[in-house]
């Protein structure tokens, strides 16, 4: 039977504990588990009995020790609006997988839309050195995101952006994708259609509001615009949409502006008795498998998922190898589809 002479060790160890172990300098060890061993004419057996004895004690080098030896982490940070949104989601996990591949790791969390955690969290991200920034924005950290640019760090925006900043952005066309959804739906026939959206400054809502407004001006309609207060809780959202509901019986078709107040809203709907597209035709910001699902099917505005995260992630890859160092920022607005359900067709069965 194999002894190991060398007994795991429960306390963590530093280079200094090993070079005390070997009675050589703590610089010596350092190239030996960097890989520089050789061209430092470290002798053979010295490299051997080390990496025998750290493969044997469980020894994990101090990884932000690492990364201000090296200048990085291979850590890209990710902040979302909300990491549990299955929009987010899953471009967070298209990004991780691309990431994953070219060597770094993601750390990702929610901002909540909230200034003040977002700057704590810039902070945290900092004190990590991660290498890189994706973000979903919140108003408010333009003066951050500034301070990250001037210290050398990539920042990406994506799905909405700040236009004080100058960095690399990749967002959808909000304009047309509501315009599109509401001229569908007046196409139908609908007359009184209504926009139910988060109130927020946020550049993409302002836009998915503009779209609309086009669409109605255009068919010489009259427009309903209903803003709700975002909170994390549900009940908050829907009763603000009841009152609505109650105040507007015209109310023929409702464009939702985006899937989570949508849900809130078929909830509202299911409470009040009331069927689409007999009642009140629906359609929303931001494919749902749940809309898929939903008897009838949800009508939906689906964001191009993959290629939002591609982008996001090669631009990002880009600028941590030196690839768009000194170029101009870009701005990417890629496309939306609508999809066309049952929720929005007049006289579906």
Do not use: W
Request: glycine letters at 6%; aromatic letters at 8%; hydrophobic letters at 40%.
């Amino acid at each position: 039977m194999k002894i190991n002479k060398y007994k795991r060790v429960t306390k963590k160890l530093s280079i200094v504990d090993i070079a005390n172990k070997f009675n050589v300098s703590k610089t010596t060890i350092s190239f030996i588990l960097n890989g520089r061993a050789q061209e430092k004419r470290i002798s053979g057996d010295l490299i051997k009995n080390v990496m025998k004895y750290v493969a044997e004690v469980g020894y994990k080098p101090n990884s932000l020790a690492k990364s201000l030896r090296t200048g990085k982490s291979n850590t890209i940070g990710l902040m979302v609006e909300d990491i549990s949104n299955p929009f987010f989601a899953s471009i967070a996990r298209l990004i991780e997988d691309r990431a994953y591949k070219n060597g770094y790791k993601i750390i990702y969390c929610s901002t909540d839309n909230n200034t003040e955690k977002t700057q704590d969290l810039i902070s945290m991200f900092r004190d990590r050195h991660v290498d890189g920034y994706i973000m979903a924005p919140p108003e408010g950290i333009e003066k951050d995101i500034e301070s990250l640019i001037n210290d050398g760090m990539p920042v990406v925006l994506f799905d909405r952006h700040l236009p004080k900043i100058d960095t690399d952005i990749v967002e959808i066309d909000n304009l047309f994708g509501s315009y599109n959804a509401t001229r569908h739906l007046a196409d139908q026939g609908f007359k009184n259609i209504a926009f139910i959206t988060f109130l927020s400054p946020q550049t993409q809502m302002i836009d998915r509001v503009k779209g609309y407004h086009e669409a109605i001006k255009n068919g010489n309609l009259n427009g309903i615009v209903e803003e709700v207060a975002f909170s994390q809780d549900d009940e908050l959202i829907m009763q603000p949409l009841r009152d609505f509901l109650k105040a507007h019986p015209g109310v023929d078709a409702i464009l939702f502006g985006n899937n989570h107040i949508a849900t809130c809203g078929l909830k509202v709907m299911k409470e009040f008795g009331l069927k689409s597209p007999a009642d009140i035709a629906i359609a929303s910001f931001d494919d749902h498998d749940v809309f898929k699902l939903h008897t009838p099917p949800i009508t939906a505005i689906a964001q191009p998922v993959e290629e939002i995260a591609d982008n996001v992630i090669t631009i990002l890859l880009k600028k941590l190898n030196g690839g768009l160092s000194t170029t101009k920022p870009q701005s990417i607005i890629l496309k939306t589809d609508l999809k066309i359900r049952d929720s929005s067709i007049k006289n579906a069965v």
